[in-house]
């Protein structure tokens, strides 16, 4: 049973985690789309780059285990930044919201398996 949580923590986190950085990859490296798609849902461009700087610390945060107060702080970002991108998707009437309820889900199974598997939140 112990071992069960320890890989659906580590497959949920891994997954997140993926997901997190190939969307800081994207904000870095695929700017001017990036940009685009931040005009058209109503977001300041100029918030890409530290949006990307964030998730890449969230990642962090999760994965190094140093910090309980980093961890939870890096859960609750996470919760905030799926939560902002499924409103903003909903509002643009662009059905783009698919990839941050995968977010939140993970996120959420993540927090979850951490709290049985490492006992720390």
């Given amino acids: 049973m112990k071992n069960s949580n320890k890989i ?26 990036v940009q685009e798609l931040f005009i058209s849902l109503g977001y300041p461009v100029y918030i890409i780059y530290p949006l990307a700087t ?18 939870k702080l890096a859960y609750a970002g996470f919760f905030y930044d799926f939560l902002l991108a499924f409103s903003a998707h909903i509002n643009a009437r662009d059905g783009g919201y698919i990839p941050s309820i995968i977010a939140m889900t993970l996120l959420i199974i993540s927090y979850l398996y951490d709290k049985k598997v490492f006992k720390t939140i």
């Fill in 8 to 33: 659906v923590y580590w497959l949920a986190t891994g997954l997140l985690s993926a997901m997190m950085l190939m969307s800081a990859s994207m904000f870095v490296f695929n700017n001017a789309a």
């Fill in 54 to 71: 964030a998730k890449i610390a969230g990642v962090l945060g999760i994965l190094i285990k140093k910090s309980i107060f980093l961890k």
